[in-house]
């Protein structure tokens, strides 16, 4: 869909290091919406547009929008007890003092019913008023990680409407929740119990079962219309867009042209990208490759208050490199600094040759088990790169422990070492994930102590049978495991393997999809299938949301030098 064009933006420049674009200045804007206002810019088609931010000819690649997400929060004292019961409530202002959203802080056991009481059970209650179909949010995200908090609201009449438990951060509770009719609810805060959370009686301090849980605790409570903003930005296709989110806003979404989800973040996702990348980080933060030309929009919500911002969009380096990169399959093992890969330090690790006899084969079959997993590879990572991918100018040199010089330690030469021993958990591990591919030298790992196991979901003897072509499934197999690495390297997050499409990017988990075992559940059959890099959810560890474009990532991030 196209985007609106908004109000005018307040820019002022000010000095950031290695911009790409006319000048060298991070844009600043600020949102065009009032602090206390909501549904100016709450959608794709009411963007705000950063006009001058981007990659092109006279447009700067980094920018900073000052916003804020209505209500604003306002501090307030933590209440006295007794406040365990809807008459002894808690005043927050919310609906009378002219406030939408308060902050404080309590403690659980404290008070006549607390551990120096008669241990029945401390709550807290809070007294809102709100208007109907207005949202309230309870949240105790960022009370100590040792309290175990239950939220819930009652109506004036004692009735619960709802509760949570642990749905925020650790063992923090969020509530939201679309109030029904105007008039006062009451937000109730409580240590979990197994006998019973909440008081018997909501107007009756005393009526607690006992067995809560007590602590320090921090609550925001809201009750106002959902505010989200929304700002539009025009990107080229492989441009790298990284965002991080500061202060009010919690979420922080990218959509696509189209208006589809792309992808969303609460938390901070870029801790294994390089230190040298050029991505912006944050508490809350995301990096995306555009599959195409064209404005894309960026949301902020999940908050309240005032937030910064933080957009940058980059081009891939391989395409300003001195060389195009090189990848280098390293199957001999030998001497393997591990400590890029979260190990410890040098190890000897033993080569594709001692697992050969694992699965069944022979010294004499290890060429061909080579050949195999190297010609997968180089379909993988670069044929269909090329052939299918939106990147017209791939270009990436595969290397072998066989057929070439170890030249890994010079310019724009990645591995990946397929070996054991090396003593660290995961089946693969990557030395980065680094979306625009902004270091060129690291490591890789693949394990064959897990792959060559007598059996277990990951070990390939799982899937082999007297029907199977060995020399092809073992190659197939490892050919994927080393692809899937390489995404890695170059800037892919892991998808969802519990989703009904297998991908090269798929993080552990359905194994016999990333081997490309067929329907007949043996590998190195007539039905095994060809995984391929592609389009794909997110996997749920990686704290993302959206559909991830794993072809389009690579391609990028394997680009032929512009030089």
Known sequence: MLLAASAVVVAVAVSVQGASAATTETKQ????????????NDSSSSAQRLYGFGTGYWKEPAATVHGTLSPSLVEIAASTEDDGAIPLAAATGIGTDGRGAITTTGQLGDGPHGTLGDRK??????????????????STDGSATSTNTVVGVYDAAGQLLASDDDSGVGAASKLVFQLPAAGDYYVAVAGKSPAGTFPTDPSNSGSGVGGHDTGAYKVLIAAAPVDKDFYAVQLAKGDVLSGSLTAGGKRVSVYRPNGTLAVSSAQNVTARVPASSPLSRGPVDFAYVAEQAGWYAVSVTDGFGSYDLTLRASRSSTETAATSQTIFLDFDGGETDLAPLGGSGV?????????????????????????????????????????????????????????????FGTANVSRVVVGGGSGIGPVGSAQSIDPGNFVHEETALVQLDRVGAAGGVISFNTYLTADSNRIAFVGQALGNLVSREIGHLVGNYDTDPTSPVASLMDADGNFPGLYGVGADGIGGTADDVDVDFGKDSYAPATGLTGTQDTLNVAAWGLSKPCN
């Open 29 to 40: 804007y600020t949102e065009s919406e009032a602090a206390t206002a909501a549904g100016r």
């Open 347 to 407: 190890r000897q690790l033993t080569g594709l040759s001692a697992f050969l006899g694992n699965w069944g084969l022979t010294a004499a079959d290890e060429s061909r088990v080579l050949s195999k997993a190297v010609a997968v590879v180089t379909e993988n990572a670069k044929t269909d790169l090329k052939n299918k991918g939106l990147n017209p100018n791939v270009d990436v040199k595969i290397r072998n422990s066989r057929d070439d010089a170890d030249n």
């Open 121 to 138: 059970g401390d709550f807290d209650f809070y007294k809102v008023t709100g208007a109907a179909g207005h949202t309230l949010t309870v």
